[in-house]
């Protein structure tokens, strides 16, 4: 039995851990179509490029448009990234379907097998820091307590 689950891409298995997945939620006023939406609009506060970000209809849209830096990102960002991260994840797995699946993942560690992103997955060379994955371990950590 595999001691881990890779999830990135939308023909993978638990492809609903990932935040292109389409599970929504509410957040301050705000509906959040996918988490990918939520954390990159996150990165502008209350701004046009916020609402922009939001509204959009994709996640690869909201990602395209929170990686742009033609709008200044939040100064914080990098000390806050990783909380804003975890309150999103908490919300999108109140969702029972979510919630069973990602405590049904047991022990096994999480892995978002993106080729492109280093921090949040473990990148082309599968030595980045997966911190996507060890922020639901950390979760379902959580919601098994």
Known sequence: MAKSIKFFAKNDKYYQLSNFAGFGFDLDGNYWKTMEHYFQAMKFGDTNQFN??????????????????????RSDWDSVKEDIMIIGL????????????????????????????????????????????????????ELKA
Do not use: H
Request: glycine fraction near 12%; proline fraction near 5%.
């Open 52 to 73: 922009k970000i939001r509204d959009c209809g994709s996640p690869k849209q909201a990602k395209d448009l929170g990686q742009s830096r033609a709008i200044p990102i």
């Open 90 to 141: 908490r919300l999108k797995f109140q969702n029972p379907e979510l919630m069973q699946l990602l405590i049904n993942t047991g022990k096994k560690e999480l892995i978002e097998d993106s080729p492109y992103d280093k921090y949040w997955g473990i990148g082309a060379n599968g030595k980045g820091k997966n911190r996507l994955g060890v922020l639901l371990m950390q979760l379902r950590g």
